[in-house]
């Protein structure tokens, strides 16, 4: 529109190839997915179509509204109770994830309609598109997390990533402390500490006895060494460890 083109004969020959593929591109109203290779684009050859669009609706993205979490009593794993809409009808391809750590499907229910509200918009399964459910409630069972607060990551097949404001707090548990002999003021102690949450990177993690810092000399996830340091009095200490937020205490001699 607006442009005014002069076709004019010439004698000089003009040759160009090969034809990259922006210069066989057609006008589309619709957004396109577009791919490129050593900054060469590809052409869209979708079977019978030659449409390579895109279109985001917000009716058919996967959404949690809450999820709730009960944690076992040692603090090692957790049940998830998620509710949501549009998640895949196969249980299978409905996955989570909160800090790092895997949360396994244990059971898939469609809700009734009507049952989640409050939202400004209807949630209901009428006219949704093969395998897209409407109300429905994930339940998985999450251990190996970071301890800390994270998002709910709940992906449904195909249909994507869920759109959620949920978050899960992780809790640091500590399950055993164990120590060689009893602790001399001046420190030094080898400490040997197991427990939950504390991630695969040892320096997320700290350590203090009696509010001073300690010395993590090995680290493995669920287990780790510490050395301990010079003490002002005799007597067991607290025993704190921190990950993202989270403390748990025991207590070391």
């Not at 002999?181 to 040997?192: D, F, K, P, Q, Y």
């Not at 990177?201 to 010395?215: F, G, L, M, P, R």
Request: charged share 10%.
């Amino acid at each position: 529109e607006g442009v005014a083109v002069t076709l004019e004969e010439g004698t000089d020959d003009f040759l160009m190839g090969p034809i990259t593929g922006d210069f066989i591109q057609t006008a589309e109203t619709a957004p396109q997915v577009l791919v490129s290779s050593n900054s060469i684009l590809a052409g869209c050859e979708v079977p019978t179509s030659y449409d390579c669009s895109f279109r985001f609706s917000l009716a058919l993205t996967p959404r949690v509204f809450t999820a709730t979490a009960a944690w076992s009593a040692d603090g090692s794993s957790a049940t998830l109770t998620i509710d949501g809409t549009r998640f895949h009808n196969d249980t299978a391809l409905n996955t989570v994830e909160v800090g790092g750590g895997e949360c396994i499907v244990i059971s898939f229910t469609i809700l009734a309609d009507g049952s989640i509200t409050g939202y400004g918009v209807s949630f209901d399964s009428d006219s949704l598109p093969a395998g897209v459910t409407g109300p429905a409630r994930v339940v998985c069972t999450l251990s190996g997390a970071v301890a800390g607060t994270h998002p709910l990551l709940l992906t449904a097949g195909t249909h994507g990533l869920a759109l959620t404001a949920a978050t899960v707090a992780v809790p640091v548990a500590i399950t055993t402390v164990q120590t060689g002999s009893t602790s001399a003021l001046g420190g030094g102690l080898e400490v040997e500490i197991t427990g939950f949450g504390f991630g695969d990177i040892a320096a997320s993690v700290a350590v203090t006895v009696d509010n001073v810092a300690a010395t993590v000399t090995k680290f493995s996830g669920y287990v780790m060494t510490i050395v301990t340091p010079p003490v002002s009095s005799a007597g067991a200490k607290n025993l704190v460890v921190t990950v993202g937020g989270q403390s748990a205490t025991n207590t070391v001699n």
